[in-house]
T-cell receptor, first 110, second 114 residues
Framework: AQSVTQPDIHITVSEGASLELRCNYS??????LFWYVQSPGQGLQLLLK??????LVQGIKGFEAEFKRSQSSFNLRKPSVHWSDAAEYFC????????FGAGTRLTVKP | GAVVSQHPSWVICKSGTSVKIECRSL??????MFWYRQFPKQSLMLMAT?????????EQGVEKDKFLINHASLTLSTLTVTSAHPEDSSFYIC??????????FGPGTRLTVT
């Protein structure tokens, strides 16, 4: 069965610092991988996705993620965090049967 | 493009009553829509998959008689919570599948049952 693990429940970074959010997946075949961001009381916005091809994926808002099959990981990165990036981030795997990780709450210190 | 709306965004109802939540794909047709439930500070849990013109497929543990799903057209799916109880209070999010292995999510509906 497919599943997603986000090991970090809460991360705090200073504004301007770099960010990496971890995601590990379990999937029987080539995974379809996604990162979403959710602001409080809002729906989900897609940051980026990976289906195949180049393992380094560029997304919106300056985010990128790297697919590493050997590590079953799809970590999200941003070189310089802005205060507006504070939100909940979800990694997801699947297609029609999408499964979400537990989420990582990002706090940005001024 | 690829906008999904939900109505209402927030609803309060009394225990024992039913409430209907609408999910619409505004600028594309969606043969498949999904309904998720999210408890505070938790992840999204898939409740059911809604296919236009056919019965919804429910995830294990989701009561299909309590959470009625109707996907009557290619742009509208509805979730009706019947005989709601306080434990049904949650954030309900729908998504619509447009192909390209991607779901577009609605803004969510917060249900509070008193």
């Amino acid at each position: 069965a497919q599943s997603v693990t986000q090991p970090d429940i809460h991360i705090t970074v200073s504004e301007g610092a770099s960010l990496e959010l971890r995601c590990n997946y379990s999937y029987g075949a080539t995974p379809y991988l996604f990162w979403y961001v959710q602001s409080p009381g809002q729906g989900l916005q897609l940051l980026l996705k990976y289906f195949s091809g180049d393992t380094l994926v560029q997304g919106i808002k300056g985010f990128e993620a790297e697919f590493k099959r050997s590590q079953s990981s799809f970590n999200l990165r941003k070189p310089s965090v802005h205060w507006s990036d504070a939100a909940e981030y979800f990694c997801a795997v699947g297609n029609n049967d999408m499964r979400f990780g537990a989420g990582t709450r990002l706090t940005v210190k001024p | 493009g690829a906008v999904v709306s939900q109505h209402p965004s927030w609803v309060i109802c009394k225990s024992g009553t039913s409430v209907k939540i609408e999910c619409r794909s505004l600028d594309f047709q969606a043969t498949t829509m999904f309904w998720y439930r999210q408890f505070p500070k938790q992840s999204l849990m898939l409740m059911a998959t809604s296919n236009e013109g056919s019965k919804a497929t429910y995830e294990q543990g989701v009561e299909k008689d309590k959470f009625l799903i109707n996907h009557a057209s290619l742009t509208l799916s509805t979730l009706t919570v019947t005989s709601a109880h306080p434990e049904d209070s949650s954030f309900y999010i729908c998504s619509a599948y447009r192909g390209s292995y991607e779901q577009y999510f609605g803004p969510g509906t917060r249900l509070t049952v008193t």
